[in-house]
């Protein structure tokens, strides 16, 4: 999964940190995504992910009630993705890509 485009684009002074990934043998679900830090506004963050997302044919999918702020996802190969966008604290955000669609910050089950 971090093979992912969507893991490799950012918006203007976002930095990024170490790329992680890995499967949770527990709940058998893959996953990967970045940190980022730096001085961009939530509303210019949210807006630079849902254009890429649209371009890259992703759906975009409410986010629940918990900690996931935008939510897409997209078929690959007949296996459904889940990306959630998230701001842990304050002037960082983080990008994560799942299997399942309640890994990390929490979407809503279906993409609309």
């Not at 990967?32 to 649209?54: D, L, M, P, T, W």
């Not at 900690?67 to 955000?93: H, I, Q």
């Amino acid at each position: 999964m971090e093979a992912l485009p969507l893991l490799m684009e950012r918006p203007d002074g976002a930095q990024p940190d170490s790329l992680y990934s890995g499967c949770d043998v527990d709940r058998l679900v893959a996953y990967a995504g970045r940190q980022y830090h730096g001085a961009v506004n939530e509303q210019a963050i949210f807006s630079f992910y849902e254009h890429v997302v649209k371009r890259e044919a992703w759906l975009v999918a409410p986010a629940d009630a918990g900690s996931a702020r935008f939510c897409a996802s997209k078929d690959f190969d007949g296996d459904m993705v889940y990306m959630n966008l998230w701001f842990p604290v304050s002037g960082t955000f983080d990008l994560h890509v799942a299997d399942s669609r309640d890994s990390g910050g929490q979407c809503v089950a279906q993409a609309n």
